[in-house]
């Protein structure tokens, strides 16, 4: 029987892993690259302008976490606050969970989008700390109980830090436990990675914490000038000419070594899907609502 070219492409198994590009193969390596060095610092920020393409990276950036061999043994956990509803459309197949809607964000999940589309950044502020301080005092628990060995380390992705760690929300009331927690993080296997538009809305000593940047483009002579006092005047200059998924990875350690990263638009594996509450607590919620 004559096999014609369509029955041969039906033999191609579906599974097979996509084929990837050397492009594909660099930028990913380079993101691997920047995930491990954050790791092990715990403190980072991505800055830049109004649609420079920061939450189009740090999708990519996220990937990269739940890439790492030790993510499939349950040693990274991932939680991604998103105050404007991008990644639960945008990310791949994770749960989401709408704080408007969901008291509260569950521990025991290994990668969550949190969705905070308050409207006063104070409420978004509020759900961001219950669940870093929930974190940090059940991981000094884990750290005594493993004998000073955190057993799995936390990513945390807060987009629109300022809304925790700007100098307006670190004068309120929880604004010096904010501090001591972005600043013991490493100690207990925290890793903080913020976004922000702008350098001059996050506190200054949160920006001094941050081992580790990745810059888009800036603009305003206020915002290259408050970079150019952390990197120089050169690498400042060097962010005017980036364009949308442009960033300088800066290793404030090595100025020297800047190096320049291009992202493509992130192409999602599935989509997020809704958490559900445990079926218990419901069936508890609707035997007392049907009590009659
Ligand atoms: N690497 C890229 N190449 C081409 N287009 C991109 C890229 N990254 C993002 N975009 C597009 O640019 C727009 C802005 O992207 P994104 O939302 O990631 O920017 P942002 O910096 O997070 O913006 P904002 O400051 O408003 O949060 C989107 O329409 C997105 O599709
Ligand atoms: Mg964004």
């Keep these: 029987m004559e096999v014609n070219e369509s029955q041969n492409i039906n033999i191609v198994p579906s599974t097979e892993e996509p084929i990837k590009t050397e492009e594909q193969k660099t930028t990913e390596s380079m993101l691997d690259e920047i995930i491990?060095?954050?790791?092990?610092?715990?403190?980072?920020?991505?800055v830049g302008i109004n649609q420079s393409g920061k939450s189009n990276l740090m999708l990519h950036l996220m990937k990269a976490i739940r890439r790492r061999p030790e993510h499939k043994?349950?040693?990274?956990?991932?939680?991604?606050?998103?105050?404007?509803?991008?990644?639960?459309?945008?990310?791949?197949?994770?749960?989401?969970?709408?704080r408007t809607r969901i008291r509260d964000v569950p521990d025991s999940i290994q990668d969550l989008i949190v969705d905070i589309p308050f409207t006063t950044a104070s409420l978004k502020r509020d759900c961001i700390m219950e669940v870093l301080l929930r974190d940090f005092g059940h991981k000094r628990t884990l750290k005594m109980q493993h004998n000073g060995v955190n057993p799995y380390y936390n990513f945390y992705i807060i987009d629109e830090m300022?809304?925790?760690?700007?100098?307006?929300?670190?004068?309120?009331?929880?604004?010096?436990?904010?501090?001591?927690?972005?600043?013991?993080?490493?100690?207990?296997?925290?890793?903080?990675m913020g976004i922000s538009q702008r350098f001059n809305d996050v506190a200054t000593g949160v920006i001094e914490r941050c081992a580790y940047f990745l810059v888009g483009n800036l603009s305003g002579g206020n915002e290259l000038s408050k970079f150019a006092k952390i990197t120089g005047k050169k690498i400042a200059n060097m962010t005017k000419s980036l364009k949308v998924g442009d960033f300088l990875f800066i290793d404030r350690s090595n100025l020297e070594s800047v190096k320049q990263i291009h992202v493509p638009i992130f192409e999602q594996e599935g989509t997020p899907y809704p958490y559900e509450e445990q079926s218990m607590k419901w069936g508890v919620k609707e035997r007392f609502v049907n009590y009659d």
């Design 162 to 192: 300022q809304n925790v760690f700007g100098s307006y929300a670190l004068r309120s009331k929880e604004g010096e436990t904010a501090l001591t927690i972005f600043s013991e993080s490493s100690n207990y296997a925290m890793v903080i």
């Design 73 to 98: 043994d349950n040693g990274i956990k991932m939680t991604a606050f998103d105050p404007t509803l991008n990644f639960r459309y945008k990310f791949d197949s994770i749960p989401y969970l709408d």
């Design 36 to 46: 491990e060095k954050i790791k092990v610092t715990s403190r980072f920020m991505v």
